[in-house]
């Protein structure tokens, strides 16, 4: 995921876009726990999803709340 498929998106996307990765990331944590996990990789990757989705989401509530 990019940052500038991000800055397109609402406060309400973001939101939802980050409980989506939450919700892949805890499966895969499952996986991994039950040895089934192939791709641990995507671990990383996820988590910088996250990461980027959480900082889209407080940079648009610094905006609002400056204006």
Known sequence: MKTSE?????L???AA????LRQELFNLKLQ?????LEKTSRLRTLK???ARVE???????NQ???A
Do not use: C, F, N
């Open 6 to 10: 991000l800055k397109d998106m609402t």
């Open 17 to 20: 876009k980050g409980r989506d």
């Open 64 to 66: 609002k709340a400056a």
């Open 48 to 50: 910088k999803d996250i």
């Open 12 to 14: 309400v996307e973001l």
């Open 55 to 61: 900082t889209a989401m407080s940079t648009l509530r």
């Open 32 to 36: 991994q726990v039950s040895a089934q």
